[in-house]
């Protein structure tokens, strides 16, 4: 539908009745585009992740668009588009489909290239996979009026391999988080294997064998089929969809993980 949606629970209600939950589109126009401007004329191309921070700006990755936006409250009504204003963070913006590519750089200078999973760390740094460069990119101030400045943070070329930033590689991540500690996780989908990029950019393998497969088990004993979305809870366990196409997806817990 090319819109980003708010969905929001009236206060003090069940949550697990769904006639308690309302749903209102906050940007984009049902067209596919690369316009900013409020959310009742901006347009988006294929939005695919999206993560918010602390301060309550909302960020999307544009998967065909190799872009990733920004979301900012201007006040009133939070399900009304005109309270927010959609604009570039990384990425090209030049047409609908924006070029691909890996270039580093700031705001309309970086390239991606098929951008999928992103996440904000609590210092309000977004990291991204992008898929299609087997890279993990750190975006620094997202808020920048230039855009944010675009780094590899860990990848290189597709492959697998644990290590330090570029020196490891990463199969078509698509999903990523991150603790409170600033460890960040990656679902490695071709590797089919979930992996764990320290503060200073140390990767390593925490559950996967690289064999597919349906197993629960220890993290060097477990098999995914393909783990696609991640998310992290408080405790710091880890909860994957897993599962490609249209199959009904296993939900595995990767318990205890911690920090190395």
Aim: a neutral charge; aromatic letters at 10%; glycine letters at 14%.
């Amino acid at each position: 539908n090319y819109k980003i949606k708010r969905i929001e629970i009236s206060s003090g209600a069940d949550p697990t009745n769904p006639d308690n939950w309302t749903v209102s589109t906050i940007a984009g126009t049902g067209t596919a585009g690369k316009d900013d401007g409020t959310g009742n004329v901006a347009t988006f191309s294929e939005p695919f992740g999206v993560a918010l921070d602390r301060a309550g700006n909302v960020y999307v990755t544009e998967w065909s668009g190799n872009r990733v936006r920004r979301l900012q409250f201007k006040g009133g009504d939070p399900n009304s588009p005109t309270s927010w204003q959609v604009s570039l963070v990384a990425g090209d913006n030049s047409y609908t489909y924006g070029a691909s590519g890996d270039t580093d750089g700031t705001g309309n200078a970086a390239r991606f290239n098929y951008p999928r999973g992103i996440t904000v760390d609590l210092a309000g740094n977004l990291y991204v996979a992008d898929s299609y460069n087997h890279r993990i990119r750190k975006i620094t101030n997202p808020l920048g009026a230039s855009g944010g400045t675009v780094s590899t943070f860990a990848g290189s070329t597709a492959g697998y391999a644990d290590g330090t930033g570029t020196s490891a590689k990463f199969y078509f991540p698509y999903g990523i988080a991150v603790d409170s500690a600033g460890y960040l996780y990656v679902a490695d989908t071709s590797n089919r294997r979930i992996r764990q990029i320290s503060p200073t950019g140390v990767v390593r393998t925490v559950a996967g064998t690289g064999a597919e497969g349906v197993v629960d088990g220890t993290g060097n004993q477990a098999r995914f089929q393909g783990p696609l979305c991640i998310a992290v809870d408080t405790a710091g366990n880890l909860y994957v969809s897993d599962g490609v196409g249209s199959v009904v997806r296993i939900i595995q817990r990767v318990i205890n993980t911690g920090n190395p």
